[in-house]
């Protein structure tokens, strides 16, 4: 008896982890193609978001985008080495593995010491 009440709740122990956890994958990128709008479109599960930076570090390289989801919004925040001379840059992402729903998608450039937002917009994901 023990065992089948073990086995119970080992069982739903791994339903719950299954339905807690979602996993996205995120692909990005900085390129020097000048861009003067935002874009951002559906793609495959998720979105994809181009971006143009104007007054940009020019060490493009060593910036990292982390993304973090809470609820029904998604932050990607760009962290790098800043340097003195100023570059433009186009920041470029596709994230996938998004259920269907709306969401609302920020963008923040965190600039020495002070978080920027520089992009916000609602998305809504159909997984056509």
């Not at 919004?73 to 433009?88: A, D, H, K, M």
């Not at 450039?109 to 992009?119: A, C, P, R, S």
């Amino acid at each position: 008896m023990k065992k089948i009440y073990f086995s119970l709740i080992i069982f739903g122990l791994i339903l719950a982890a299954c339905q807690l956890k979602q996993n996205y994958t995120m692909q990005y990128g900085f390129s020097n193609e000048i861009i003067t709008a935002s874009q951002t479109s559906e793609a495959k599960d998720g979105f994809k978001i181009e971006l143009p930076f104007a007054d940009f570090s020019c060490d493009a390289k060593s910036f990292k985008a982390v993304l973090n989801r809470k609820e029904n919004n998604f932050t990607i925040t760009l962290n790098g080495v800043e340097t003195q001379e100023r570059c433009s840059q186009k920041f470029f992402a596709e994230v996938a593995g998004i259920k269907q729903g709306d969401y609302w998608l920020k963008i923040i450039y965190q600039k020495n010491q002070e978080e920027i937002l520089v992009f916000s917009e609602a998305l809504k994901i159909s997984n056509n």
